[in-house]
């Protein structure tokens, strides 16, 4: 097996996050694969004290619905985990589910800006339903989202305000992304003196190296992929990301559904219940709708 040019995150990082203070900027670029997700929860979340406070804010619903389903079992919570008599996850109940063991709130970009809305034209500006000043680490995973979903998500401009421009003073920041040269800049200019405190900026770097993907290309037609996975004997499975539904249900009709599942947003399914659970899918294929997060 060739061993590629990465780097853990817990590697790079060592204990160097004990010495990070309030206002501090750090900047972690990954690569998929090397265990960001692992160093917040066995590392970050550890690290918290009693009266110490984390804010995770995700760009996908299902992740948001991943890390909650994982903490609440890391802290012996498994049982606030709704589900219907057969065991079936009741996402819905779930959702609801936003602060977990008293001190870490998962939250996403579209939440944040939501509050802050809702807090402008409903509550007058009295009620802050996105006080910031409350948390101690606020970690803003795949943060290049507010950036390249700003084109045609004005929502984004206004997360990109609260966390990036006007961020918060009383936390350690921590922006998290695979292509973190797309929105570095952006948060470096936006580090601001504090009195009696100049913030510091720690920037880590995993390495990147995709070479051990096997690449190729596929013209503009779904019949080509359906005979693809079709004419597959061996047991890998495939994993289709689509722009329309349509994709989706055309792809799901060819292959049949014992073989083939989709999954939309909003959807119920026991291969999605598979995903955030076990976080894999059980059937050859699994057709997704880009819009799932």
Request: proline share 1%; with cysteine.
């Amino acid at each position: 097996m060739k061993k590629l040019k990465l780097q853990w995150i817990s590697e790079i990082i060592g204990n160097e996050y004990e010495k990070w203070e309030k206002g501090d900027i750090v900047l972690l670029e990954a690569q998929t694969g090397t265990g960001k997700t692992l160093f917040i929860e066995d590392k970050l979340i550890p690290h918290l004290k009693v009266h110490e406070k984390l804010l995770l804010i995700c760009n996908r619903t299902n992740l948001k619905r991943q890390l909650k389903i994982y903490l609440l079992n890391r802290f012996g919570q498994e049982k606030l985990i709704p589900r219907d008599k057969n065991g079936n996850l009741l996402v819905e109940g779930l959702d609801k589910i936003t602060t977990i063991n008293g001190n870490i709130t998962i939250k996403s970009y579209q939440a944040i800006s939501d509050d802050i809305l809702d807090q402008q034209y409903f509550a007058g500006g009295y009620l802050n339903k996105c006080d910031l000043s409350v948390y101690d680490y606020i970690v803003c995973d795949e943060v290049h989202f507010l950036l390249a979903d700003g084109g045609f998500n004005n929502k984004c401009r206004i997360a990109h305000e609260e966390l990036v421009i006007n961020y918060s003073i009383h936390a350690i920041n921590i922006f998290i992304s695979a292509t973190m040269e797309n929105v570095s800049d952006s948060i470096k200019s936006h580090i601001k003196k504090l009195d009696g405190y100049e913030p510091k900026l720690f920037e880590y770097n995993t390495g990147i190296d995709y070479s051990y993907l096997d690449i190729k290309y596929f013209n503009n037609n779904l019949d080509i992929i359906i005979n693809k996975i079709k004419n597959d004997i061996t047991d890998e499975k495939w994993l289709i990301f689509v722009s329309n539904k349509k994709d989706a249900i055309k792809i799901e009709s060819s292959l049949g559904t014992k073989i083939c599942s989709k999954i939309f947003s909003g959807s119920k399914s026991i291969e999605l219940d598979s995903i955030l659970n076990h976080c894999k899918f059980e059937k050859k294929s699994s057709c997704h709708n880009k819009g799932l997060g």
